[in-house]
């Protein structure tokens, strides 16, 4: 650093990054955990997941001593249940939240069925026709019965089905309403519908144990089973001309675990270059059924689902439930999200504080308003202290810099010195080593 001119150099001054005192910190640590108390009664435990706490976690869920070992999974995440019993064999990040594609269709027709008679006709609009997305092809102002356009949303995962289906039920909006209502009623709370197709949308999001819950209240609807266990079927074509016949063209499942698993039932495949794919199979070997739901993984799916569903059937009577997909029960039972748990979590930070083993409310009180005096205490001589740091004066608190010599003076002061005599010294001399006397010639004498 050049020094300034006219002056001695000044260091700025050292600013220190003023803190609380140790007090006044652990007074607020105090009322922060008075405040807890009064949130949450001491000794009081939840759920740390809806159906059991061993869903919680984000990795690999199993206890299945001297059963093989687990098939290597690509999802990020997966549900092995049992569909009858509801027990959750086995898991991976359960919980965790992912596009859903189209097995949101899953909540879609286990929405819409109740209301909806199979032989009732439905003509087709433009709004439903125009759906982005794989379609079965329907077309504005022809008709179609309901039976028909739920075939559409099982074997070619129609989205223009899906909106007619909606519309048919009352209108998208409302659906969509009840949809999301269907999937709280049924404890699926990691499950949130923007559209009835499945179709990427912010916000639309769900889990595999919450497929799993959904695919199994679905497959307990013989007209549900009808539907996802169909392999082909004969779909209308447009509207003929007057006195002629319709007619009709045939469309295929695109189940394959349906078409290539031994004892499989359905339920429903999902592919969007956002979710990636996502798969719910169900199978029956043994007099056992089966679901394995599989989120965000590649296009063979249904591959990894029957991977699971093997394992599965291998090895279920080793298996341990590590949860349950009775998730209405564990929901009201206190889970973290979902109205049931808040309401529950409400009605015991209300009970007397005795009964919780927590310090009495009127001491909690006094405990608080301390802490919180405390704290603007500190705040007031936190200020004060800034202040007194803006006002001390600027002094230098380093030595100065060490002067730097000046060569050009010293090498003009050296050239302007008198140089000494210049020493006479012969230009040769005796050989200092031993030997014969010098020559006069060495010595430079003449000849």
Same mark, same amino acid.
């Not at 759920?47 to 059963?67: E, F, I, R």
């Not at 309901?146 to 223009?160: E, I, T, Y």
């Not at 899906?162 to 709370?189: C, D, V």
């Given at each position: ?20 005192? +140790? ?49 290597? /999974? ?31 269709? /899953? ?32 077309? +504005?102002?022809?008709?179609? =019965? ?11 995962? @129609? ?16 659906? /969509? ?25 912010? @916000? ?62 359905? /339920? ?19 007099? %056992? ?100 740091? %803006? ?12 002067? %730097? ?18 020493? =006479? ?23």
């Amino acid at each position: 650093m050049r020094p300034a001119r006219g002056g001695d150099e000044r260091p700025a001054p050292c600013r220190r990054s003023p803190r609380l005192a +140790p007090g006044a910190v652990a007074l607020l640590l105090g009322a922060l955990g008075a405040l807890g108390g009064l949130a949450t009664p001491a000794g009081a435990t939840e759920p740390a997941a809806v159906g059991g706490d061993k869903l919680a976690s984000q990795g690999l869920v199993v206890d299945a001593p001297g059963s093989t070992p687990m098939p290597t /999974i690509k999802a990020a995440s997966w549900v092995l249940a049992d569909l009858e019993t509801g027990e959750v064999l086995a898991a991976k990040n359960p919980h965790g939240r992912f596009r859903p594609a189209s097995t949101m269709k /899953i909540l879609t027709a286990l929405t819409v069925m109740p209301g909806l008679d199979p032989d009732t006709t439905y003509v087709a609009q433009w709004e439903d026709a125009n759906a982005e997305g794989s379609r079965v092809g329907l077309v +504005p102002d022809a008709t179609y =019965t309901v039976r028909n356009l739920f075939q559409a949303l099982f074997l070619v995962s @129609g989205n223009d089905a899906a909106t007619a289906l909606a519309n048919a039920a009352g209108g998208l909006e409302p659906t /969509i309403t009840r949809m999301n209502a269907t999937a709280k009623q049924l404890g699926a709370l990691d499950t949130h519908a923007v559209n009835p197709s499945g179709l990427d949308a912010p @916000g639309q999001l769900s889990s595999a144990y919450d497929l799993a819950v959904l695919s199994r209240a679905a497959m307990a609807r013989e007209d549900f089973r009808a539907y996802t266990g169909t392999v082909k079927t004969q779909f209308p074509g447009k509207m003929p001309r007057p006195g002629k016949v319709r007619k009709t063209y045939e469309i295929y499942t695109q189940d394959r675990l349906l078409l290539n698993y031994r004892g499989a039932i359905g /339920i429903k495949t999902g592919w969007t270059t956002k979710a990636r794919g996502t798969f719910v199979g169900a199978a029956t070997r043994g007099g %056992r059924t089966l679901v394995a739901t599989v989120m965000h993984t590649n296009q063979q799916s249904w591959r990894e689902s029957a991977s699971l569903l093997t394992w599965g059937f291998r090895n279920a009577a080793n298996a341990r439930p590590v949860g349950t997909l009775d998730a209405v029960a564990a929901a009201t039972s206190g889970a973290k999200a979902g109205p049931q748990a808040t309401k529950q979590k409400t009605t015991a930070a209300t009970e007397p504080a005795e009964e919780s083993g927590g310090l009495p409310f009127l001491l909690k009180v006094p405990i608080v308003l301390v802490a919180l005096i405390a704290v603007l205490r500190a705040r007031v001589l936190l200020r004060r202290r800034r202040r007194r740091v %803006r006002l001390e004066p600027r002094v230098a608190r380093v030595p100065a810099p060490a002067q %730097r010599r000046d060569l050009r003076r010293e090498s003009t002061a050296a050239t302007a010195a008198p140089r000494p005599a210049p020493m =006479t010294t012969p230009r040769t001399r005796p050989d200092d080593r031993d030997g014969p006397a010098a020559s006069s010639a060495s010595t430079g004498a003449a000849s």
